[in-house]
């Protein structure tokens, strides 16, 4: 799509993204749903590609992902052998609706920064307890947690300028068992429902990530894998609305969120250690 109200093309300050923000301005990384559709409310494009930040920063606090790092170079991490969740990495990568021509050029920053109901990199970062890195527009910092960034249906908590950094997931979330499930109504389909569950192998802290089927993310917490019964009646009790488009009415969208949770309530308790 040619941005034909476009003017210009602005670089921020290398040693600290600062830019003169104005009416008009937006973002450009990735640029895969920017250049998707006409934007004529924009005039300026400001270009972070140069900012030349370190895709991905692997220590024993964990992970670091860039907001410009590409979904390609995310899938394709080699993870420390004790990262036992690092499978889940690849199944949300893969619940894209996109090819490898996306995979090499859209961004995760961008993917949460969109903050769509079924925005996979969403379902990923919330699942493995990410926190964003927020650089204010006042030159300030804040850090919020993935699950609070996304408060609905395209929307996040950034204001008029501000700048998503990075997201760190702690080295403890990927150390946890995990297990997936999603369902599209088209093979490779956008997400209809997609479900993540994180157990602690110590302690034994059960967290359940509802995501694609509502408008934005939810993560239930519980201090032990509940019963069937006590599983469901937190999720009547914590979702009590399901999201409605063209890839599914909120009735299906809770049929199959609830037969998720418990599939994969029943599958991490396989794996729990006697």
């Known amino acids: 799509m040619d941005l034909n109200t476009i003017g210009e093309i602005a670089r921020p300050n290398p040693v600290d993204a600062t830019i003169d923000w104005r009416e008009g301005d937006a973002w450009l990384a990735g640029g895969t749903w920017l250049f998707s559709e006409p934007q004529p409310h924009l005039r300026r494009l400001i270009d972070l590609q140069g900012l030349g930040w370190q895709p991905l920063t692997v220590s024993e606090q964990g992970l670091e992902i860039a907001a410009t790092c590409q979904i390609a170079k995310l899938v394709a991490l080699t993870a420390p052998a004790d990262w036992t969740a690092a499978p889940l990495i690849g199944e949300c990568c893969r619940a894209f609706l996109s090819s490898f021509k996306i995979w090499n050029t859209a961004t995760v920053g961008g993917n949460v920064c969109m903050s769509l109901p079924a925005g996979p990199m969403i379902s990923l970062t919330v699942a493995l307890e990410g926190i964003c890195r927020i650089l204010n527009r006042d030159g300030g910092e804040r850090r919020v947690a993935v699950e609070d960034f996304v408060t609905g249906n395209h929307k996040n908590v950034l204001q008029p300028g501000d700048l998503l950094r990075s997201i760190d997931l702690p080295a403890s979330a990927l150390r946890k ?65 399901f999201f409605d488009d063209v890839h599914g009415t909120p009735e299906y969208r809770k049929h199959m969120t609830f037969y998720f949770a418990e599939e994969i309530r029943r599958e991490l308790s396989n794996k729990v250690q006697p």
Do not use: Y
């Open 177 to 241: 068992r995990t297990c997936f499930r999603r369902v599209s109504l088209t093979h490779l389909g956008r997400s209809t429902a997609l479900l993540a569950g994180t157990l602690e192998p110590q302690d034994g802290v059960f967290m359940l990530t509802v995501s694609a089927s509502t408008e934005r993310p939810h993560r239930l917490k519980f201090p032990k894998l509940p019963d069937a019964d006590g599983l469901r009646a937190r999720l009547e009790r914590e979702i009590p609305k």
